[in-house]
T-cell receptor, first 112, second 114 residues
């Protein structure tokens, strides 16, 4: 079974709005990563947050991590049509370092 | 250009045939991975390799064979293809064993088995 479960499965918003996606996981982790996948392309790494960090920013991206709840969220602010993609969380488990476990992803549509 | 490339991008074959998917990276990354992506399952790890001549099973290895004679290449072979192996296959690489490094993905091979 997958370590990460993402919510919602699909999200549709207007350009300029914020988009929030959530990821829950089951076991303790070393870090959690977020990836983006454009249609027909491979995954692209966005941001990594370590287990001892609570929040991290990169441009319009903000990631939070709550290890007590085993959850993370990815916030994209001021979304653009180009942000339309699928977003995946991936966990590096403490028990099996190095092999990422991917969630099923959130499909984001940003309407112009 | 530097990067990770997969070939072919699309492949149609028949049940029982052998098919090999190629993966080549130019970074000299030690670690390489093969995933399959299916609706409802996300990405699942098939095999990975820590270095040339070192490979290990992932979550769904049955029906697949890998080799790594050179650092830059990591081919995936389906010895006798089955319809359940219809999927999109992604190769990825990473510079180190540690999971705190990003993985770099190819653009995938869309494989259909009739």
């Amino acid at each position: 079974s997958q370590q990460g479960e993402e919510d919602p499965q699909a999200l549709s918003i207007q350009e300029g709005e914020n988009a929030t996606m959530n990821c829950s996981y089951k076991t303790s982790i070393n870090n959690l990563q977020w990836y983006r996948q454009n249609s027909g392309r491979g995954l692209v790494h966005l941001i990594l947050i370590r287990s001892n960090e609570r929040e991290k920013h990169s441009g319009r991206l903000r990631v939070t991590l709550d290890t007590s709840k085993k959850s993370s969220s990815l916030l994209i602010t001021a979304s653009r049509a180009a942000d339309t993609a699928s977003y995946f969380c991936a966990t590096d488990r403490s028990s099996n370092t190095g092999k990422l476990i991917f969630g099923q992803g959130t499909t984001l549509q940003v309407k112009p | 250009d530097a990067g990770i490339t997969q070939s072919p991008r699309y492949k149609i074959t028949e049940t029982g045939r052998q098919v090999t998917l190629m993966c080549h990276q130019t970074w000299s990354h030690s670690y390489m991975f093969w995933y399959r992506q299916d609706l409802g399952h996300g990405l699942r790890l098939i095999y990975y390799s820590a270095a040339a001549d070192i490979t290990d099973k992932g979550e769904v290895p049955d029906g697949y064979v890998v080799s790594r004679s050179k650092t830059e290449n990591f081919p995936l072979t389906l010895e006798s293809a089955t319809r359940s192996q219809t999927s999109v296959y992604f190769c990825a690489s990473r510079s180190s064993r540690q999971g705190n490094q990003p993985q770099h993905f190819g653009d995938g091979t869309r494989l259909s088995i009739l």
